[in-house]
T-cell receptor, first 117, second 115 residues
């Protein structure tokens, strides 16, 4: 089955430390992968994407993600966390739905990042 | 406008009433999506529109839910005879093409509370 998983409900990190938010996927073919962030009472904001090319993708607000085909992962990273990075993070992958034959964007369950001062 | 606009931002209504939620996508975006998010959880796909093609309604949870998109722009999601389990945040998004390599852009959502 085509899917995306975020194994951690919450990640806690101290301000200034590096952060990693994990994402693994299962799709047939080459994946389209996205990371979004959601602040309280707001919609999702696009951070970065992997479509093809370099495995290390740089995005907004100093975030980056590494595409690892052998491990089917697309972990989100930042070298130095800020308190303002505290939010809900979603990984998403484009899938082909078997029931309809149409494409869809499947979102992970989300990871809450808490950065402590 | 510059982004996706949704209205109202909040809606409180009594069980059994009908509600209409509006989405104004980014100008020029041919694809428009509706999602439902419960209590800060993940996103549940409801429906998408792509240009003049027939919409994909496969995510609508019941026949009480319907949506339309007029003139290829503004969309309205209608929930008839609302139930308490319909309480959620309804998010709209748009993109240049449907599920392409460009990201979806989201509105801030409508927070629907059914009493």
């Amino acid at each position: 089955a085509q899917s995306v998983a975020q194994p951690e409900d919450q990640v806690n990190v101290a301000e200034g430390n590096p952060l990693t938010v994990k994402c693994t996927y299962s799709v047939s073919g080459n994946p389209y992968l996205f990371w979004y962030v959601q602040y309280p009472n707001r919609g999702l904001q696009f951070l970065l994407k992997y479509i093809t090319g370099d495995n290390l993708v740089k995005g907004s607000y100093g975030f980056e993600a590494e595409f690892n085909k052998s491990q089917t992962s697309f972990h989100l990273k930042k070298p130095s966390a800020l308190v303002s990075d505290s939010a809900l993070y979603f990984c998403a992958v484009r899938v082909l739905r078997m029931d309809t034959g149409r494409r869809a964007l499947t979102f992970g369950s989300g990871t809450r990042l808490q950065v402590q001062p | 406008g510059a982004g996706v606009s949704q209205s109202p931002s909040n809606k409180v209504t009594e069980k059994g009433k009908d509600v209409e939620l509006r989405c104004d996508p980014i100008s020029g975006h041919t694809a428009l999506y509706w999602y439902r998010q419960s209590l800060g959880q993940g996103l549940e796909f409801l429906i998408y529109f792509q240009g003049n093609s027939a919409p994909d309604k496969s995510g609508l949870p019941s026949d009480r839910f319907s949506a339309e998109r007029t003139g290829g722009s503004v969309s309205t999601l209608t929930i008839q005879r609302t139930q308490q389990e319909d309480s959620a945040v309804y998010l709209c998004a748009s993109s240049q093409v449907v599920f392409g390599n460009q990201p979806q852009h989201f509105g801030d959502g409508t927070r629907l509370s059914i009493l």
